[in-house]
């Protein structure tokens, strides 16, 4: 724009001035050429120099909207002409099928519907793993695929609510496998507890309602335990028949079974609640290790907790002796207590459970 402004103003500076040449050639040429010749040219010079200006200005504004001319009006070979016929209008984003949908939802989650029922059906310990494991690379290739399938806008929320529990649930199922050691809880208890399978049936819910069936059969789960011995009753009762008296006093927050061993075989095991005591009577006398379990819900079958069990053992063995003295006998009257105790003798060390006795 600034090299048309410039030529214009050239222009029109000769004009207003009109003084002739001062020499030559240039001056006869100029003479003989009448006043109203010599703007004419001027005059279409300016009229070219607007228009070209014109067409400058007009490009990018027909680049950036289309023509409202009527259809013949304007040059036909003109920029604007050229924009409009290559305008593109996006159309409306089809929408995906539901039909299409509740076939993806069936393909996905029917592998996932069988081995969450051959979860329920497992009986404890390897089948029950082994049903975990396979349940759970169900669930993970489920929300895999329902992540990549098209969904329609009313499903939408639903199926990522799907996913994200799905995956979850993935994680749970393997997390609550038993590890089969005396201190374990059920895996039904674990994944009771566990919140992904509710998640995964709220889902499923909400894509049901929508018309999109999503019903999995959740695997049964069992509550966690509160079971208790009555304080004082014997897990394990050998042939006792001395005189020898042992005090077991109870001051942590859980339950405990006390355990004393000869060589390698039991004498006897107590449970003592929590808070409570027990007395032993009628201990043989010799040299016992001394063991004790503490912790919640109490599995017969295991002869151990199942929640925040601790195993442990007294460094120093217990001795009971039984003597004759000049008018009558002296025997061994022990007291342990579990707590800690400001002021006492005695040190326990932890145990590994597979080595806690029976």
């Known amino acids: 724009m600034a090299r048309y402004t410039s030529a214009r103003t050239a222009s029109e500076t000769a004009a207003d001035t009109g003084a002739p040449p001062a020499h030559g050639g240039s001056r006869t040429a100029t003479s003989t050429r009448p006043a109203q010749s010599a703007r004419r040219p001027r005059l279409r010079s300016r009229a070219a120099v607007l228009g070209a200006a014109a067409l400058a200005l007009s490009l990018p504004l027909t680049a950036c909207s289309s023509s409202s001319a009527p259809d013949g009006e304007g040059p036909a070979d003109g920029p604007s002409s050229s924009a409009t016929g290559s305008a593109y209008s996006p159309g409306p984003t089809p929408s995906v099928a539901p039909a299409a949908y509740r076939h993806a939802l069936t393909k996905a989650l029917g592998p996932l519907d069988s081995a969450l029922r051959a979860v329920d059906s497992a009986h404890d310990g390897g089948p029950l793993n082994r049903a975990l494991d396979a349940a759970a690379a169900k669930a993970d290739t489920a929300a895999r695929a329902l992540q990549a399938t098209a969904t329609p806008d009313d499903a939408l ?202």
Not at 282 to 288: A, I, P, T
């Open 157 to 358: 929320a639903g199926n990522g609510q799907l996913v994200s529990s799905l995956s979850a649930l993935a994680q749970d199922l393997r997390s609550s496998r038993g590890s089969g050691g005396r201190c374990a809880a059920s895996p039904r208890v674990a994944l009771g507890a566990a919140r992904s399978p509710q998640n995964v049936k709220l889902a499923g819910h909400v894509l049901t309602a929508l018309g999109y069936d999503a019903t999995l059969r959740l695997p049964r789960t069992e509550r966690a335990g509160h079971r208790r011995l009555a304080n004082g009753a014997f897990v394990h009762d050998g042939n006792r028949g001395g005189l020898g008296r042992l005090t077991i006093k109870n001051g942590t927050g859980t339950d405990a079974v006390m355990t004393l061993t000869r060589s390698t075989r039991t004498a006897f095991s107590v449970y003592v609640r929590s808070g409570s005591e027990a007395t032993v009577r009628s201990v043989n006398s010799g040299s016992y290790a001394v063991y004790f379990t503490t912790g919640e819900d109490w599995n017969g079958a295991k002869s151990s907790f199942t929640r925040e069990c601790r195993f442990e053992k007294f460094d120093d063995r217990a001795t009971f002796r039984t003597v004759r003295v000049a008018g009558g006998t002296q025997y061994t009257v022990l007291t342990f207590s579990l707590n800690k105790v400001i002021g006492g003798n005695a040190r326990t060390s932890a145990v590994p459970p597979g080595e806690f006795p029976s």
